[in-house]
């Protein structure tokens, strides 16, 4: 008998321990191995290089709210699937896997609480509930959201991440543009604050509409922002374009930006805002 066989017979059997696969986060922008808890601890920006990595409503809203505590706003019910729309999948198919794999009923939610003390009505894109796109839901949802801010005579902050238009809805998705600029006119209107924070991505017909429009315009840090892809861009001016052009620190240079800010500063960021632009109406 080998010694490899008497080892074996005198060491009990060990079984092989399962490792859970979510564990661990490799950073999308150094690489970097990051334990998940902590990793969105830090409200999911990489400690090492300062990546923001994309976070949904839920995550968004109690990292914005005092205590994490504020009332979600009802999901408006619109028509779904009005064109009956089929490519690989139907459309119908993809809304219900959105959902179950989101557990949202469509891209845009919307919450209300207190920011340090002072009242708003927050919306939140969500990238992946079909890359945020924007269609009859997203609508929908904003002009409610528009509408609970001047109920509360409060201001109204949108956080984007959108790749554009949903075109499984066609025109009908291009008609949200209108809607939610006249939408923003209502609040206007009212005498109440608009307030945009651009996250990555924003792009296509949501930075074309609402995400452009804010009275104050802010953005995380590498966000990418634009309408058009940078591909498309230079194949159709045959230029190369400049390093990090799309990206928030460049728009911020070339004044398409009030501020861009860090993660863990918009908190209190937009309850100086709020203080500075509606002060009578923001408290409780």
């Not at 920006?45 to 923001?52: A, G, I, L, R």
């Not at 995550?59 to 979600?72: H, K, P, S, V």
């Not at 619109?78 to 949202?104: C, S």
């Not at 609480?113 to 904003?142: H, P």
Request: glycine share 10%; charged share 25%; proline share 5%.
């Amino acid at each position: 008998m080998s010694w490899l066989d008497r080892v074996r017979n005198t060491i009990p059997f060990i079984a092989k321990r399962e490792t859970p696969d979510n564990l661990w986060h490799k950073c999308k922008s150094c690489g970097q191995m990051l334990f998940v808890k902590e990793y969105e601890e830090n409200q999911s920006v990489c400690p090492k290089c300062d990546h923001h990595g994309r976070i949904g409503p839920d995550a968004r809203f109690d990292a914005l709210f005092d205590g994490g505590i504020y009332t979600l706003l009802p999901t408006p019910q619109v028509r779904e699937d009005p064109l009956k729309f089929r490519d690989q999948k139907r459309y119908a198919d993809r809304i219900k896997a959105a959902r179950t794999e989101t557990g949202a009923q469509d891209a845009l939610a919307n919450a209300r609480g207190m920011i340090e003390g002072k009242r708003a009505v927050v919306g939140v894109q969500d990238f992946a509930f079909m890359g945020g796109s924007m269609g009859l839901g997203v609508g929908a949802a904003f002009l409610a959201g528009v509408e609970a801010a001047i109920a509360d005579r409060c201001p109204y902050i949108i956080f984007t991440a959108a790749g554009g238009a949903r075109l499984q809805e066609g025109i009908l998705s291009l008609m949200q543009m209108p809607k939610t600029t006249v939408a923003i006119t209502m609040l206007r209107e009212a005498g109440l604050p608009y307030i945009v924070v651009m996250t990555d991505p924003t792009t296509g017909g949501v930075t074309a509409s609402y995400a452009m429009l804010g009275d104050v315009q802010l953005a995380e840090p590498g966000a990418l922002i634009g309408f058009a892809g940078q591909r498309v861009i230079e194949q159709t001016i045959r230029e190369k374009l400049p390093e990090g052009f799309q990206r928030a620190e460049y728009l911020l240079e070339h004044g398409m930006l009030d501020m861009v800010v860090h993660r863990h500063r918009l908190r209190e960021t937009l309850a100086s805002l709020t203080d500075y632009l509606c002060p009578e109406r923001a408290a409780a």
